[in-house]
């Protein structure tokens, strides 16, 4: 609403909200705050657990920072960037979404502090740019090289899941995700790569943690099925065909007139013949094994039974790629096109039973480009909260055979980085190094959260680690099992650097993008379609709109 000349001039749309200048940042704030608070508990070893409950009643319990924010319904704008930090953590190195969300809440409350000070928001997104510039450079400087082949990699993986409910067994879930990374590695541009997608993760309940393997190539979850079929395929040739074997229904509603009751034979062993055509076709390319994505008839069963063909059907799209990519078969669209070029090799298929459901495994490939982690456990939440943590730790793995560089954990790098940036911002000067200095104290936010959460006093510890940081070097964190400020490398307790880096990145871009908002207009939520002329529905009236038909009053 304006005025001009004493009249109002109306802008923006009936019930539409409007927040200007501090309120709107200040608000914007508090909300970020709230969320990096929800999560913050949740770090380290001695973190604690979500219990989510949704709209339906299914229950989560983790403390996986992208888990617990990607299940809870953020409605604030402004908190929705969190989340969003936590989903690109996340999805571009798989570990580290806690820390990157409790960085950017810290950032903010800090931020706020200084605006109230007459610091210009423009300043100090300029400063934290800068800030988080330096922080990369000073981590890519302190960083550690390592061979993939040594036992960095297994020790990272290991820190991973420390914080994790399979703490456990990571011993175990570390060797198995450090194995099948490295199997499916590949080279891209002249560099390692590893495409975790290609690590198929399946779910069972029953056993324990400690019965989780790996498998040497493709699981589907679905059983041979017919009965006649063997359940046991050595040798396979392996066809992969996106196209039903069954008779295909007209798209419109045909009519059949019969006068003779032979003629309703002939129309059903025209039918077998047809499907007995499509079983041939597979029996003379060779193959003795179909992953069907689609459909088999009970008839065409029947032949590949007699024919000593095993068949699986409806195949996901995503396992058919799988199985394609280890055996070599080509996914065929056509049946008139499957030649015994277009097979595939395994050394052996099996159907195994695992807990209450049949499971098919295709194991011995030539060229394995593909593996499987079996996931076990005794209670479901503790199988779901298992494959959140083998996927961080695959993430982890991952991140050092592409980039093998590492820093140490337990909050040791953090505060190497505090100290080298308010170094740096005395450099700088001016206002911007407010800003710089703000970024310095909140990395610190991570060794304090962790002292925190294990019953620790923060302050004392963080006293210790500053004192050792001036002088006995770069690796000194917080061992939160015994208490004590140790050496982290010594201890084993490592992380990837690319973790590292884009956690900082994500908080900094984060919360520039919030301190650069001054004015939030929310729209009014649509109150549903509008009524017609003349108020009610045709058929809603009467019976004080209860709608009840004429004569029944």
Do not use: W
């Not at 068949?311 to 096109?337: H, Y």
């Not at 909140?442 to 019953?455: D, M, Q, R, S, Y």
């Amino acid at each position: 609403m304006a005025y001009l000349s004493g009249a109002p001039v109306l802008i923006l749309k009936e019930g539409t909200e409007q927040r200007k200048g501090k309120d709107a940042l200040k608000n914007n704030i508090t909300a970020s705050k709230i969320i990096a608070e929800t999560v913050r508990t949740t770090l380290g070893p001695r973190g604690m657990d979500k219990m989510l409950v949704d709209s339906l009643g299914d229950v989560t319990i983790t403390n996986d920072g992208a888990t617990i924010l990607d299940e809870i319904d953020v409605q604030h704008p402004a908190a929705k960037m969190l989340v969003e930090v936590a989903k690109t953590q996340d999805d571009e190195v798989g570990d580290g979404t806690t820390t990157a969300v409790v960085l950017a809440g810290e950032l903010l409350k800090r931020a706020e502090k200084l605006i109230n000070q007459k610091i210009h928001p423009t300043t100090l997104v300029s400063g934290l740019k800068k800030g988080a510039d330096k922080a990369r450079e000073i981590l890519k400087n302190i960083a550690t090289q390592v061979d993939i082949e040594g036992s960095e990699i297994t020790k990272a993986t290991i820190t991973s899941m420390n914080s994790k409910n399979v703490s456990g067994v990571r011993g175990t879930f570390a060797e198995i995700a450090v194995s099948a990374t490295k199997k499916v590695r590949e080279t891209r541009e002249g560099k390692p790569y590893v495409d975790i997608e290609q690590i198929q993760i399946i779910k069972k309940k029953g056993k324990s943690l400690l019965d989780t393997e790996l498998i040497d190539g493709i699981i589907i979850d679905k059983e041979i099925v017919h009965a006649g079929m063997p359940k046991q395929v050595h040798d396979a040739k392996v066809a992969l065909l996106n196209v039903a074997l069954e008779i295909k229904k007209t798209e419109f509603d045909s009519e059949i007139r019969i006068s003779d009751p032979t003629q309703v034979q002939a129309f059903l062993d025209e039918e077998e013949k047809l499907l007995r055509s499509m079983v041939d076709k597979v029996k003379n390319s060779g193959a003795n094994f179909i992953a069907c994505q689609k459909g088999i008839d009970d008839v065409a069963q029947h032949f590949l039974s007699k024919a000593g063909v095993a068949a699986v059907r409806r195949v996901k799209k995503s396992d058919m790629e799988k199985i394609s990519r280890s055996t070599g078969a080509k996914v065929i669209m056509n049946l008139d096109d499957l030649t015994p070029t277009d097979l595939g090799t395994a050394g052996l298929i099996e159907e195994k039973k695992i807990g209450d459901d049949k499971m098919i495994f295709v194991t011995g490939t030539k060229d394995l480009k593909s593996v499987s982690i079996l996931i076990r456990g005794g209670v479901e939440h503790v199988v779901d909260e298992a494959d959140r943590s083998m996927h961080d730790a695959l993430c982890v793995a991952a991140d050092i055979i592409k980039d093998n560089y590492v820093v140490a954990g337990g909050g040791a790098i953090e505060v190497e980085l505090a100290k080298q940036l308010k170094g740096y911002a005395k450099s700088i000067g001016g206002r911007e190094q407010f800003a710089i200095d703000s970024l310095a104290e909140t990395l610190e936010i991570v060794p304090k959260t962790l002292a925190e959460n294990a019953g620790l006093d923060p302050i004392d510890i963080l006293a210790e680690l500053r004192a050792k940081h001036e002088s006995d070097g770069k690796n000194y964190g917080i061992n939160v099992i015994s208490g004590k400020v140790e050496d982290m490398f010594q201890a084993g307790v490592l992380e990837p650097m690319v973790v590292k880096l884009q956690a900082i990145k994500s908080a900094v871009e984060a919360v520039n993008m919030i301190l650069r908002i001054d004015d939030v207009i929310a729209a009014k939520a649509s109150a549903g379609p509008p009524m017609p002329p003349g108020g009610m529905p045709p058929g809603m009236g009467g019976m004080g709109g209860m709608g009840m038909p004429p004569g029944m009053m």
